[in-house]
């Protein structure tokens, strides 16, 4: 008998706090994340328009200070420029600014951008990116495919 009074004692203050965690906790979050997801876009938004406004412009130099640390590890500023130097960007609108939470996996930062090329031409980017210690960096871009998103 002493076991299952042993049993509760540990139970039912472990159930309050569970319950505790569920009715207090999850409103407590989605307030966090109502305040500070709107604050992450913006930062992440500006990052992509200075990025962006330094490749049209032609400040490799700049957009490469704005690229993340693990990229600028594997390209030195020389690889880099020649990869983005054309065509050249005439203007840009961004699209999209995303947090995505994954249940199993890093939460993504990305920011879709159309880019309009001197040519007339346009193309849609995505742009992941990293919150670094100086800020929100570019980590990578693909080309996204207008017929599948």
Known sequence: MANTEERNR?????????????????????????????????GMEQAATAYLDALRDGDYPAAYALVCDSERKKYPLAEWTSYNDEPDIESY????????DQSEGPTLYHVRAELRY????????????????????VCYDTWVDPQTG
């Open 118 to 137: 001197a040519d007339g031409k346009t193309a849609l980017w995505h742009y992941n990116l990293a919150d670094e210690s100086g800020g929100w960096r």
């Open 10 to 42: 540990f139970f039912i203050p472990a159930l309050i706090g569970v319950a505790l965690l569920l009715c207090c906790g999850t409103p407590a979050y989605v307030g966090y994340r109502m305040w500070a997801d709107p604050q992450t876009k913006a």
């Open 93 to 100: 609108r961004i699209t999209e600014v995303a947090i995505v």
